[in-house]
Structure formats: structure tokens, C-alpha cells
């Protein structure tokens, strides 16, 4: 009886005990998978901001950069331009492979790629805006620097983007810190377009005058030439080229340093949790992988609503600095005209109709700046949903979300690299005069469309797309709570069998 009743006793305990623990336990969980502060959204959204400051300072201004101060024939720069971008494009799903396949460190799995590419990217960012001190190899210099920092950007964007997967398990707080992320990349792209085009604005070396098609270096009488060009295309008197050059590369160099804090500020500020228990599924080929993302239809409805209203934005941002400055002739005015610009459609319509004035410009740009985030940013807030909704239609398939994000960029990267080559190219074909303070009117024709006509056409193409995204809130609400369901039950079975083997 004596042993019956320490039975008894001993039930009546573990009972107890396996309630104060379940209590516990479900109290651990809560906070585990719950609140993240508001200094680790912070930190979590400022690691999203050098991809958008050197993306915008590329964007806006690399292509200007390669035909009037490093003085490359427009064609070459088309290939630099694309090649650049069509390898940015096959790295991603490279790396991101190479992630989902990365071992699991004490620091994670994401941000050991992220800070340990940090120092190679802001060297070679730094030698894509320094002009080599010859000509034969000057292609090949930039060619090489552009896509060594393309790559490892990749290296530390495509984690970076995966990483909204780990830091919480909460879907609320993802949304929050998605939120707080969309915030500072916006900011970013204003801070990437302020610093570069402000600082080089500052030493804008004049252009070449143009007589009958032939720049006044090449022959003519350059006295005469100059009479005639518009006033606005003069530039601060007493700046050479050479003082453009060291004005990119102080831009450059405050960009790096910006660069460095900000990963710096992501490493200390943002703990990776780790995956669920969930076995891992097996690593898969570039195909398999291709088959699985595009095989979801929302995957594939977002990614190709992404691919033309993020085209629009490219076309616009490849072009426009040329645009301000060549077509519409405020070559002292356009850095400022970019900071206020950045987004598209109805409000380019009146700046390319609307004859020359820097005013109507200003208001137009400002006007356009509403739509960016909506047109370029927010679809990154849509892709966590969708790989949500991939995990409640495919639960036996897990540890894919780097795929889903690195496939996600490489389609649009691709497709940028063909847009924004084919444009430059179009400006060779068109008769572009490097550093000119007039253009053939063939090449004002070519970028009025490039900026305006083409862009266009893409969002309403994209926006065409986005009427069929199947995933709306209530399908949204309904995968959060099946898949916080599926990690509580989860978390509760490996509590259970911890539990069972302490007693053993």
C-alpha cells in the first residue's frame, strides 16, 4: 500500500508538475515567437539600407558617370550595364542556394554572409567610381569592379532578405518590422539620390560645346558654338573634369562608410532565432528550385507584377539624369531635380509634353515622388505571404525561403539588365554626343520615350497583373493562423518528449 501510494503521490505531483511547466512553457513560447522592441526593428530595417543607397547613386547615376566623366562610347557602356546586371541576376540564386545550404553558426545562419561581405563590397563600390589612369583596359576595370560588387551585395542583400523569416516567428511582428524596413529603404533611396547627386552637383564640369552634330573639341569655332547653346546648360565656371572625378569618389567613399555602420548596426542589433525543429528538406537544383517557386501560383503573379512595375522604375531611374540634363537642358539642376523625383506614370506624361521649365519640373517631380514605395517597395512586403501561403499548401517542404527570395530578385535583376542595356545601346544607335550641351534631336526623342512612353506601358502591364493576386487578407489571416497553429504544436510535442525523457 505504501508503494501504491507513492504511485499516487508521485502522479499526483508529475499532474501538477506538467500543468506549472505546460503554463510555463506556453508562457516561454509566447515570448520566444512574440514582441521584438523597437530597437531591434530599428536595427533589423537599417541593415535594408545600403542596397537601396548604392542602388539609387548606380541607378541614377552610373550611366551618366560612364559616358560623360569616364568618357566610355555609349556602346561599351551598354555592355557594362548589362553584363553587370544579367550576372547580378544569376548570383542570386546562387548565393542563394549556397544559404540554404549554410551551416547553422552561433551567430546564425544569415548574418555571418552579411557582415563578412561588408569589407569586399565597399572597396570594389568605391574603385566603380574611380577613373583608372588609362584607356586601353578602362571596359574591362569597370566591368570587373561592377560585377565583383554586384556579387557580393548578393551576398549580403539575399540573407538580408531571408532574414524576416528568422528574427521572429510571429507574423504580426514580421509585418511590423517589415513595416520599419519599407520606411528606412525609402529613406534610403532619398539619403543614395541626396549624397551623390548633391555632392556631385557641387562640381558638374561644363559641357562640350556642339556646332552642326560635332562637338567644339573636335573642330568648329567653339566661341560661336557657345554663344549659342541655352543658358541653362552652363555649369559653375572653373570646374574641370577632374573635379567631377574627386566629387564621385567623396561621394563614394561617404556611401562605404555609410554602408559599413549600417551592417555594423544589423550584426549587434538583431538576434537570428533559430528554424524550426521541422527537418530541413534536401538541397535541390537551380531547375528543381525554379520548378518549386514558380510552380505557386501567387509566387508567380507577384513576381511578374514585380518584374514590370520595377522595369518602369529602372527605365526612369537609367535615364532620367540624362533626361534633365541633355532633353530638357538643366544639366546645374537635375541632382536636385532627383531628389525630389521618384516614382512615374501620369506625372511624367506632363514633364516630357510641357515645354522646358525648371519650375513645372520641381512641382511634377515632387508629385511623382508619392507613388515609389507602392510601385517598387511594397512587393517585397508581399513576398513573406506568399512564402507563408507556400508553407501552409506545402508543410513537408521547409527551409526554402532564401530560394524563394533570391529567385524572386533574379528574375527583375535580369530583366533590368536587359532594359537598361538596350537603352544606353539605343542612345549609341541614336547618335548620343558625350558631354554635349546639345543632343540630335533623335536622342531627345529616345529619352522622352525611355522616361515616360516605356515606363508607362510596364506598371499599366504590371498593374494588370496585381488584379489577379490571389492572396487577400482574409487568405492572408487564415495562413498566419494556421501556421502559428502548426509551430504551437510543434513546440508543444518537443516539450512533451523533452519532458517524457526526464522523467526516463
Not at 296 to 302: E, T, V
Amino acid at each position: 500500500m505504501a508503494k501504491g501510494e507513492g504511485v499516487e503521490q508521485y502522479s499526483n505531483a508529475s499532474l501538477l508538475n506538467k500543468t506549472v511547466n505546460s503554463d510555463g512553457i506556453e508562457l516561454a513560447r509566447k515570448r520566444e515567437r512574440g514582441t521584438l522592441s523597437i530597437c531591434n526593428k530599428l536595427c533589423y530595417a537599417v541593415g535594408g539600407a545600403p542596397y537601396q543607397i548604392t542602388g539609387c547613386a548606380l541607378g541614377f547615376f552610373l550611366q551618366i558617370y560612364l559616358l560623360d566623366v569616364a568618357q566610355l562610347d555609349p556602346f561599351y557602356a551598354s555592355i557594362i550595364l548589362f553584363v553587370g546586371r544579367a550576372w547580378d541576376a544569376v548570383t542570386d540564386p546562387t548565393v542563394g542556394f549556397l544559404v540554404s545550404r549554410s551551416p547553422w553558426t552561433r551567430f546564425g545562419r544569415m548574418l555571418p554572409w552579411i557582415i563578412l561581405s561588408t569589407p569586399l563590397a565597399v572597396v570594389c563600390y568605391f574603385l566603380i567610381w574611380y577613373v583608372p589612369p588609362f584607356e586601353d583596359g578602362k571596359v574591362i576595370w569597370y566591368l570587373v569592379f561592377y560585377c565583383l560588387f554586384q556579387t557580393l551585395q548578393t551576398c549580403f542583400h539575399v540573407p538580408y532578405s531571408s532574414l524576416t523569416m528568422f528574427i521572429t516567428s510571429d507574423q504580426k511582428e514580421r509585418d511590423s518590422a517589415t513595416a520599419y524596413r519599407m520606411t528606412i529603404e525609402v529613406l534610403g533611396t532619398v539619403i543614395g539620390t541626396a549624397i551623390q547627386g548633391q555632392i556631385v552637383g557641387m562640381a558638374n564640369a561644363p559641357c562640350v560645346p556642339v556646332l552642326n552634330g560635332v562637338p567644339a573639341e573636335l573642330g568648329g569655332n567653339a566661341s560661336s558654338v557657345l554663344l549659342s547653346q541655352p543658358e541653362s546648360n552652363s555649369s559653375i565656371p572653373g570646374i574641370s573634369l577632374d573635379d567631377t572625378k574627386n566629387a564621385y569618389m567623396i561621394a563614394s567613399g561617404i556611401i562605404c562608410g555609410i554602408y559599413i555602420l549600417c551592417a555594423i548596426v544589423l550584426f549587434f542589433g538583431v538576434r537570428e532565432k533559430k528554424e524550426s525543429c521541422r527537418p530541413r528538406s534536401e538541397p535541390m537544383s537551380f531547375f528543381q528550385g525554379m520548378k518549386l517557386v514558380m510552380g505557386h501560383g501567387p509566387y508567380a503573379k507577384l513576381v511578374m507584377g514585380f518584374l514590370f512595375t520595377s522595369l518602369a522604375f529602372m527605365l526612369l531611374e537609367g535615364n532620367f539624369a540624362l533626361f534633365c540634363s541633355s532633353t530638357l537642358g538643366f544639366r546645374d539642376d537635375f541632382q536636385n531635380i532627383l531628389l525630389v523625383i521618384m516614382s512615374v506614370v501620369p506625372f511624367m506624361i506632363m514633364v516630357v509634353c510641357v515645354k522646358s521649365s525648371l519650375i513645372v519640373t520641381y512641382i511634377v517631380a515632387f508629385a511623382a515622388g508619392v507613388g515609389v514605395a507602392a510601385a517598387f517597395l511594397l512587393p517585397w512586403s508581399m513576398l513573406p505571404d506568399v512564402v507563408d501561403d507556400f508553407q501552409v499548401a506545402n508543410p513537408d517542404s521547409v527551409g526554402h525561403e532564401a530560394i524563394f527570395y533570391s529567385f524572386y530578385v533574379f528574375f527583375t535583376k535580369f530583366a533590368s539588365g536587359v532594359s537598361l542595356g538596350v537603352s544606353t545601346l539605343s542612345l549609341d544607335f541614336a547618335g548620343y554626343i558625350t558631354r554635349g550641351c546639345s543632343q540630335p534631336a533623335e536622342v531627345d526623342l529616345t529619352l522622352r520615350l525611355l522616361v515616360s512612353a516605356a515606363p508607362i506601358a510596364l506598371i499599366l502591364v504590371g498593374l494588370l497583373i496585381f488584379r489577379s493576386y490571389p492572396i487577400d487578407e482574409e487568405r492572408r489571416q487564415g495562413n498566419r493562423k494556421l501556421l502559428q497553429e502548426l509551430r504551437d504544436q510543434e513546440a508543444e510535442s518537443e516539450s512533451d518528449s523533452t519532458e517524457l525523457a526526464n522523467m526516463a
